[in-house]
């Protein structure tokens, strides 16, 4: 218990009382109210101490205090000589002010007696220091009463017999025994601290013990929450079964559980019965929130789902793409490893043609229980390919010695393919240029077939023009009067008469001025045009010769035997 005397305490006690033969010198005096000056403290308590104020009253004369400090130099000093575990925070005072009107001037010592004090009335001296001013004082002795220490109040424990469960439940009578002790000093008990049986159900009752001693007060409390009734539970399957006791899908058992003090912790869990068989059974648990538990068991559960085994066959079955030329008939089988078959649809036949056809049929067993098959991919074309026209546009356009550069194929100018076609031919023919004809086969997937002759024309492989020309939408500048190198490709030697007659030849043409211009880089010495083959680069060069009375642009046109014509823009200077 914290032992302190309140700073606001206005009594004094003089702590000299033996007057000097000063007749008007002033006091010095505490708000210590015993005599002799006396103060209790509880030995190694930090909280037991005690404020002592001290002051300097003014001594009156004739009705008027007057104080005894003339100048600010004057100052009384006093040490506090305190004996061994007693402390006194500061242990020295300095005074060079009395006490004016309210206010005291007043300054503090702290008292406290450290735990190696020696019990009992202990006593102490104050020695005065005067400096100048007339003071009543003398040597005095103070006395500190000190006391052993109880700084703790009573201890109180309980002790529960009972059986716990969970979440702080019990789930049989709980005993609670009270102990209280204070080995510094004696107690009284407050209230409660009586033993006690819960024999009953409770959400929640409160039982406390109270104790007082040297030290304090203590109380203590325990909550009992005691829940000894299991939960209910019950438990149905959906769907019902038939008539005849069987259900023929999932069936799902589902537990309903309530509980009147602690609630439901947790309850089932429900079940999906998927397996088959007879006799099946499913058991719930309902626990409650104390740990107490209860089951049931939902019995003569009897499943099957399994459907019949459904076969679909097709006749006559399809050739090696697949296909049929004729009408297809499908026929469905079954078989049953439990309540057997019932019945089967009728065979279809399927004569339509197109692909990827199906035909669909079940079967019933005697339990409810059906299946399907489905006999699918089945194809069928009975008509023969039929060819469109030959390719629009004219021949087909073949480079001379190589692969077609046009469409070939016949899949793609050949309707009323229901299966498919493949599409088979003579050799082509690119050794010469000209008109040709290729006839082409079409069979189809299901073994139809049909033929078409087309004709196509072998041309030569121009690749455009080279450097130093550029191909069109370029507009190539040059001098009028030059002789430029035109280079260009066939991929290949062809031989030197390849240009139709008169070409390559030139003609006029209107200038544009939007158009992208580049210069001939190169141009080469020569008396008139002519034609030759640089086999190490694969290049045909034809030196045209210009005029130089040619102003403005003009237009080269380059036509091969092949029928094919190609063109580069010229603009000529001076």
């Known amino acids: 218990m914290k032992h302190k005397l309140s700073v606001s305490l206005t009594l004094a006690l003089i702590l000299a009382m033996l007057v000097t033969t000063l007749a008007l010198a002033d006091n010095v005096e505490n708000n210590v109210v ?6 209790t403290l509880q030995a190694g308590i930090a909280s037991s101490y005690v404020d002592v104020q001290f002051w300097i009253q003014p001594t009156s004369n004739d009705g008027d205090p007057q104080c005894n400090f003339d100048t600010s130099a004057e100052q009384l000093t006093f040490t506090i000589n305190t004996p061994s575990g007693v402390l006194a925070t500061p242990s020295s005072l300095t005074f060079n002010k009395c006490k004016e009107g309210g206010n005291n001037n007043a300054q503090t010592v702290r008292f406290a007696a450290s735990a190696l004090a020696t019990p009992g009335n202990i006593s102490f001296t104050t020695t005065f220091n005067n400096s100048g001013g007339s003071f009543n004082y003398n040597n005095a002795v103070f006395y500190v009463n000190v006391v052993p220490g109880d700084a703790t109040p009573p201890v109180i424990s309980y002790a529960l017999t009972g059986t716990m469960g969970d979440n702080s439940w019990y789930t049989t009578d709980v005993f609670v025994d009270w102990t209280v002790t204070d080995p510094e000093s004696a107690y009284t008990i407050d209230s409660g601290c009586v033993a006690t049986t819960i024999d009953y159900d409770t959400a929640g009752i409160t039982l406390g013990c109270a104790a007082t001693s040297t030290g304090g007060t203590n109380s203590q409390s325990v909550t009992i929450k005691r ?12 769907p019902a079964p038939n008539g005849a006791g069987w259900n023929n899908t999932d069936v799902t058992v589902s537990f309903s559980c309530s509980d009147g003090m602690s609630g439901v912790a947790s309850c089932g869990p429900n079940q999906t019965l998927s397996s088959e068989g007879a006799g099946q059974s499913a058991t719930g648990t309902a626990a409650d929130n104390a740990g107490n538990s209860a089951s049931t068991t939902v019995g003569g559960i009897n499943i099957d789902k399994t459907a019949p085994t459904v076969n679909a066959s097709v006749s006559p079955v399809a050739n090696a793409n697949g296909w049929n030329n004729t ?40 339990a409810g229980n059906s299946a399907s098959a489905t006999a699918s991919g089945i194809n069928i074309d009975k008509t023969p390919p039929t060819f469109g026209a030959c390719p629009a546009g004219g021949p087909f356009l073949l480079n001379s010695g190589l692969q077609p550069v046009g469409p070939i194929s016949v899949d793609a100018s050949i309707s009323g393919l229901n299966a498919g076609a493949s599409t088979l031919s003579g050799s082509v023919d690119t050794s010469s240029i000209g008109l040709k004809t290729i006839t082409f086969t079409a069979v189809d997937n299901a073994d139809n077939s049909s033929t078409k002759s087309c004709s196509y024309s072998v041309i030569y492989n121009w690749t455009g ?18 002789a430029i190198p035109v280079k260009f490709s066939l991929s290949g030697n062809q031989g030197l008469a390849i240009f139709a007659a008169g070409y390559p030849k030139s003609q006029v043409i209107a200038c544009d001025a939007t158009a992208p211009v580049d210069g001939i880089e190169e141009t080469v010495t020569a008396g008139g045009s002519s034609l030759s083959y640089d086999a190490l680069v694969d290049q045909y060069v034809y030196v045209w010769k210009t005029e130089k009375s040619w102003t403005g642009c003009r237009q080269l046109v380059v036509r091969l035997i092949d029928g094919m014509e190609y063109r580069a823009n010229f603009n000529f200077t001076k």
């Open 34 to 39: 015993s005599l002799p000056a006396s103060i």
């Open 227 to 238: 829940d000894a009734t299991p939960p209910s539970i019950s438990g149905s399957a959906a």
């Open 465 to 482: 023009f080279f450097r130093p020309v550029d191909n069109l939408p370029i507009w190539n500048k040059v001098k009028a009067g030059s």
């Open 327 to 366: 009408n297809v008939t499908v026929t469905f089988s079954s078989s049953d490893g439990l309540s057997g078959i019932a019945s089967c649809d009728a065979p279809i036949v399927l004569n339509s043609e197109g692909a990827s056809q199906s035909a669909s049929g079940s079967c019933t067993d005697l």
